[in-house]
Nanobody, 118 residues
Framework: VQLQASGGGLVQPGGSLKLSCAAS????????VGWFRQAPGKGREEIVC????????EYADSVKGRFTIARDSAKNSVYLQMNNLQPEDTAVYYC????????????WGRGTLVTVSS
């Protein structure tokens, strides 16, 4: 099983990035899917999760109104559109899938680094 996150990079404050997460072997529609991040010197933070059954979406307050998760079942992928990025959004971003976010994660993708700096 592999989750491959991509799309990170360097962006100026106020800018946008779109992260992608493609899955192989497992079908993401069968799982809760989320994006997490870990900033330097801090613990891992759940920023958004789509629940497994009802497909409800929960955003962390820190990203609400700025970040949007989207899924493409045909491509077995999930995306994270990030707008109005700020320096505090600098982190390694991970996609994950499992029974429930954040405490029942079965699969973690390799992280992708997002740096917000002028």
């Amino acid at each position: 099983v592999q989750l491959q996150a991509s799309g990170g990079g360097l962006v100026q404050p106020g800018g946008s990035l779109k992260l992608s997460c493609a899955a192989s072997v497992v079908r993401l529609d069968d799982y809760a899917v989320g994006w997490f991040r870990q900033a330097p010197g801090k613990g891992r933070e759940e920023i958004v999760c789509v629940s497994r059954v009802r497909k409800t979406v929960e955003y962390a307050d820190s990203v609400k109104g700025r970040f949007t998760i989207a899924r493409d079942s045909a491509k077995n992928s999930v995306y994270l559109q990030m707008n109005n990025l700020q320096p505090e959004d600098t982190a390694v971003y991970y996609c994950a899938a499992g029974g429930r976010c954040p405490d029942d994660i079965d699969f973690w993708g390799r992280g992708t680094l997002v740096t917000v700096s002028s």
